[in-house]
């Protein structure tokens, strides 16, 4: 919707997107703030009336405009690293509103993040309750707690980004859940305040979602007659988006089905949504640098790469890819693989798709505002892509391209 031609030329709110590549090069990476605040909106819309939290995942893009953005519209954070927490806290975010969640915290992840005063650690198994008591005592402060429980439901996604079923490796087990809050209970480093999960991302359907929801309600509710009570329930992210022609569901059925279980519940209801808030509000703008026919398939070659966007090599992925200029009606456009210049075969961003292009030509990789920046990486010694987000007719460079000297900074040759 944000990104729409203009007079012939593809743009992002505004501004043309050759602008912004005349003014920042490729690739790049170009976000709209009305997008993201739309789709932010129609969480807080939903939730609207019911004491609830909305917890950004900070994971789908951490760049600090995002999560400025986002704190000023009220967000909480949904934070798997200490490094995601220097952002949030850089950005301005309120570590009060901001839950630590994953399998592998370090001891100086909980320390920094009991320092910073952060909303809750969502707790994976037996050993982290250990490690937190620990460090709570060392500290000197009543960690807060929760744990993230597998409900063991079948988000039906694709396997990678499933995450709630028993095999999985997040969250701890249904039926160790309760004997879990009962020893966590017993210790007085930690206060126990709520309880999450999270099945997987991309789903489509609410079903699974409000599936879930049922069942971790049921087990609070046991937990109550044990006398354990909670503060907030986090039923996780995971909302799917249109990258080609799904149809997900919109926000409001998932909301509106936790909002039917939950009824008459007094805990704050927590939603930790990534890809729904700013997935749709990117783009990648690339260069087509050749034209190259092969044997059985021709490609274009363009300047991003698989180390800037990695989920058509890792997921199969599909994302749309849009000419910059408006393509005439009725021009022939020949079926190309749009490579990149990375050393690897599962270095593509797109194949079989029919494209007009030529070189120098601009193309958007739509549907990359979330897990596309975030994913990527220096393989190929490449720096990675600028970072612009447009508001309505201005643009601003939130992030600049790396330079190569950054690339090697910190290396040194022993003095053999
Ligand atoms: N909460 C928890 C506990 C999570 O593990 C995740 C994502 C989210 C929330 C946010 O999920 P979302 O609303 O963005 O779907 N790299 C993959 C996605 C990995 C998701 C990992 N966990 C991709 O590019 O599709």
Redesign the pocket.
């Known amino acids: 919707m944000e990104f729409a031609y203009r007079q012939g030329v593809l743009c992002a709110e505004q501004v043309p997107l050759d602008e912004i590549a005349r003014r920042v090069g490729t690739p790049c990476y170009v976000y709209s703030r009305a997008a993201i605040e739309r789709a932010y909106g129609e969480f807080a819309r939903a939730l609207s009336g019911r004491r609830a939290l909305i917890a950004y995942?900070v994971?789908?893009n951490s760049n600090l405009a995002v999560i400025a953005l986002l704190a000023r519209l009220g967000a909480g954070f949904?934070i798997v690293s200490g490094g995601e927490l220097a952002r949030v806290r850089a950005a301005g975010g309120d570590p009060r509103r901001t839950l630590f969640?994953g399998v592998g915290k370090t001891e100086g992840e909980i320390r920094q993040a009991l320092e910073a005063g952060v909303l809750c650690l969502n707790l994976e198994s037996e050993a982290e309750l250990a490690r937190v008591v620990a460090v709570a005592a060392h500290l000197g402060v009543r960690a807060p707690v929760a744990f993230r429980v597998n409900p063991d439901v079948d988000a039906k996604t694709h396997p990678y980004?499933s995450?709630g079923m028993r095999q999985n490796k997040f969250g701890v087990a249904y039926a160790e859940a309760e004997r879990l809050y009962a020893l966590a209970a017993r210790q007085p480093q930690v206060q126990v305040v709520g309880i999450g999960c999270?099945i997987g991302?991309?789903m489509l359907g609410a079903g699974p979602f409000v599936d879930a929801a049922a069942r971790i309600l049921a087990l609070t509710q046991r937990l109550e007659r044990e006398g354990i009570r909670l503060a907030h329930i986090d039923l996780?992210?995971?909302?799917g988006i249109r990258y080609r022609d799904e149809a997900p569901a919109p926000i409001a059925e998932f909301v509106d089905g936790a909002l039917g279980v939950l009824a008459g519940r007094n805990e704050t209801l927590i939603l930790?949504?990534?890809?729904?808030v700013v997935g749709n509000a990117g783009a990648l703008l690339t260069r087509v640098e050749y034209l190259k026919p092969g044997e059985s398939k021709n490609f274009l070659v363009v300047d991003a790469a698989m180390n800037d966007l990695i989920?058509p090599a890792l997921?199969d992925a599909w994302h749309e890819v849009r000419p910059v200029r408006e393509p005439q009606a009725g021009v022939r456009a020949p079926v190309f693989d749009i490579v990149g210049p990375v050393c690897e075969s599962a270095d593509f961003l797109a194949r079989e798709r029919a494209v007009a292009a030529a070189p120098g030509d601009l193309l958007a990789v739509m549907t990359a505002g979330?897990?596309g920046m975030v994913?990527s990486s220096n393989y190929n010694t490449r720096p990675r892509a600028a970072e612009v987000m447009v508001d309505g007719s201005r643009m601003h460079v939130v992030r600049q391209r790396e330079r190569l000297a950054d690339l090697y900074t910190g290396e040194s040759i022993p003095s053999w």
């Not at 996780?236 to 909302?239: E, Y």
């Not at 930790?272 to 729904?276: F, I, K, S």
Request: no cysteine.
């Open positions: 995942s994971k789908a949904d969640s980004i995450t999270h991302s991309l996780g992210g995971g909302f930790d949504p990534g890809r729904a989920r997921y979330a897990y994913m």
